[in-house]
């Protein structure tokens, strides 16, 4: 089997419900060429053509792909136990906790608080 022709096409969002447009591009793939590095050039050229046809919201959708970090939830509330602790003995129940969670500099620094 010989690639001798390369298609691509992307439908993309413009913002406005139901509307989208979609860009595609078609190449020719002699014999010698790389249909990888053809096919690759064609989604380039193509996401290149949307951000340059739509760019507020062909940035807006390459932030949206950035990955948001777990958020650890026990470890959150333990942390805003331990800052609103009001005694030595409140604070030392998250002592443990603290380790755990990797915590002990906050815990040593409001138990310095309280001693003060």
Same mark, same amino acid.
């Given at each position: ?9 992307? #439908?993309?969002? !413009?913002?406005? @419900?139901?509307?989208?447009?979609? =860009?595609?591009? /078609? ?40 990955? #948001?970090?777990? !958020?650890?939830? @026990?470890?959150?509330?333990?942390? =805003?136990?331990? /800052? ?33």
């Amino acid at each position: 089997m010989r690639v001798d022709r390369i298609s691509y096409q992307k #439908i993309f969002p !413009t913002g406005m @419900a139901y509307l989208n447009h979609k =860009i595609g591009v /078609e190449m020719q793939v002699d014999e010698g060429d790389d249909w990888q590095e053809a096919f690759e050039m064609a989604k380039r050229m193509v996401d290149k053509w949307n951000l340059e046809s739509n760019p507020s919201y062909a940035t807006a959708m390459e932030y949206m792909k950035t990955e #948001i970090p777990e !958020t650890n939830v @026990a470890k959150e509330k333990l942390a =805003i136990a331990i /800052e609103n602790s009001q005694s030595i003995q409140e604070l030392k129940q998250y002592e443990s906790d603290s380790m755990k969670y990797d915590l002990v500099q906050q815990y040593i620094d409001k138990r310095k608080t309280l001693q003060s």
